[in-house]
């Protein structure tokens, strides 16, 4: 059974620090990887998927990574904002059938 | 642009009560799933959809009905609530395929079963 880490549970950061959030996964067998981001009281909005064949992605300030064989993807969030700050999550599709497997999520706070 | 769209956005229910939470989605896509989301617990899915007519079970399914009549909606149905249900419920839905698999979300429903 697939399963997907994210540590730390949160993180607290000054505003302008570039962070790198983890996320590592246990079955290297997985169709796509994506980031969320999930403010309080709020659905999940999409930040970047990562195929398979692909190694990273990018949009604007985000940049995405992901190494299949050592089963770890990371989101990096260059000079960060106190609108930065919110629940991060990585999920994995695993099939064609576009399940979805979440970590735990990682609480970020970015202090001014 | 309305994407995916739940109701209601918040709900209370007495203990063996039954209700239906609605998703509609209108982009088209093949794939809607629902999933509840827990504090500790991640999100977990519950029943999901690959098309119209085609149901399954995900991870935690007791409790829950879905069917899918048409490509736009897949309602969830509590059959008879039960505080273990109390919970934030999410709808997602892709276009599907190995390589369209990006998953769009609803801004959930909030569900407190008493």
């Known amino acids: 059974k697939q399963e997907v880490t994210q540590i730390p549970a949160a993180l607290s950061v000054p505003e302008g620090e570039n962070l790198v959030l983890n996320c590592s996964f246990t079955?290297?067998?997985?169709?796509?990887l994506q980031w969320f981001r999930q403010d309080p009281g709020k659905g999940l909005t999409s930040l970047l998927l990562i195929q398979s064949s692909q190694r990273e992605q990018t949009s604007g300030r985000l940049n995405a990574s992901l190494d299949k064989s050592s089963g770890r993807s990371t989101l990096y969030i260059a000079a960060s904002q106190p609108g930065d700050s919110a629940t991060y999550l990585c999920a994995l599709i695993t099939g064609a059938n576009s399940k979805l497997t979440f970590g735990k999520g990682i609480t970020l706070s970015v202090r001014p | 642009n309305a994407g995916v769209t739940q109701t209601p956005k918040f709900q209370v229910l007495k203990t063996g009560q039954s209700m239906t939470l609605q998703c509609a989605q209108d982009?088209?896509?093949?794939?809607m799933s629902w999933y509840r989301q827990d504090p500790g617990m991640g999100l977990r899915l519950i029943h999901y959809s690959v098309g119209a007519g085609i149901t399954d079970q995900g991870e935690v399914p007791n409790g829950y009905n879905v069917s899918r009549s048409t490509t736009e909606d897949f309602p969830l149905r509590l059959l008879s609530a039960a505080p273990s249900q109390t919970s934030v419920y999410f709808c997602a839905s892709s276009r599907g395929g190995s390589r369209n698999t990006e998953a769009f979300f609803g801004q959930g429903t909030r569900l407190t079963v008493v």
């Open positions: 982009m088209n896509h093949e794939y």
């Open positions: 079955d290297s067998a997985i169709y796509n």
